[in-house]
């Protein structure tokens, strides 16, 4: 298993660009999510898929669209980067059922936007 | 909505000493506090958790405690080896809400050879 993967692992992009962040998992979970982490922010929950065909908003989504193409795989996409979007990004997945709340994470992307 | 504080936001100790940090939250209706632990270029992973029906639990060298009057808890990691450097994070979470974890701003342990 390769667990949660996401690509691509570094990106530099001007204001203005768009692109989108790749995330599967091959664990069969439910539930996938996007966070972004900034220095002494922590991680702060963009968007989240419950399920196969639900997305629903986190604390942060301003300026994020997210696809959950399949039960696999979640995007995030940004249609017009800025400089405040320069941040680590961090897909996850969970089975979220069965009294099973883990998160397991992917390596993430880092973004940087000039 | 729920609001996490971890402190120290880093901490450096002598190998074989002990080591813990600290979490406060803000909503009664949290249930659920699990800790990561972060690796230089990786993503966070699972190392302990803890249900707000029980008050503490051990694996090994790390252990958790909860109270849930105080609305805190804490990660104590015992005899501290190298490979325990990293960032670790709590987080705070309802069951039954549980797509979403507010995290702590996160607390860079350094453990010296």
């Known amino acids: 298993n390769a667990g949660v993967t996401q690509t691509p692992k570094f990106q530099v992009l001007k204001t203005g660009q768009s692109m989108t962040l790749q995330c599967a998992q091959d664990m069969n979970h439910n539930s996938m999510y996007w966070y972004r982490q900034d220095p002494g922010m922590g991680l702060r929950l963009i968007y989240y898929s419950a399920s196969e065909g639900t997305t629903d908003k986190g604390e942060v989504p301003n300026g994020y669209n997210v696809s959950r193409l399949n039960k696999r795989e979640f995007s995030l996409r940004l249609e017009s980067a800025a400089p405040s979007q320069t941040s680590v990004y961090f897909c996850?997945?969970?089975?979220?059922?069965?009294?099973?709340?883990?998160?397991?994470f992917g390596p993430g992307t880092r973004l940087t936007v000039t | 909505g729920e609001n996490v504080e971890q402190h120290p936001s880093t901490l450096s100790v002598q190998e074989g000493d002990s080591a813990v940090i600290k979490c406060t939250y803000s909503?009664?209706?949290?249930?659920?506090f699990p800790w990561y632990k972060q690796e230089l270029g990786k993503g966070p992973q699972l190392i302990i958790d803890?249900?707000?029906?029980?008050g503490e639990k051990k694996d090994q060298r790390i252990a958790v405690t909860l109270n849930k009057t105080a609305k805190h808890f804490s990660l104590h990691i015992t005899e501290t080896q190298p490979e325990d450097s990293a960032v670790y994070f709590c987080?705070?979470?309802?069951?039954?809400?549980?797509?979403?974890?507010?995290f702590g701003s996160g607390t860079k342990l350094n453990v010296k050879p």
């Open positions: 803890i249900r707000s029906n029980v």
């Open positions: 909503d009664s209706a949290s249930n659920y």
């Open positions: 987080a705070a979470s309802t069951e039954g809400n549980f797509n979403k974890f507010y």
């Open positions: 996850a997945s969970s089975v979220s059922s069965g009294g099973s709340y883990e998160q397991y």
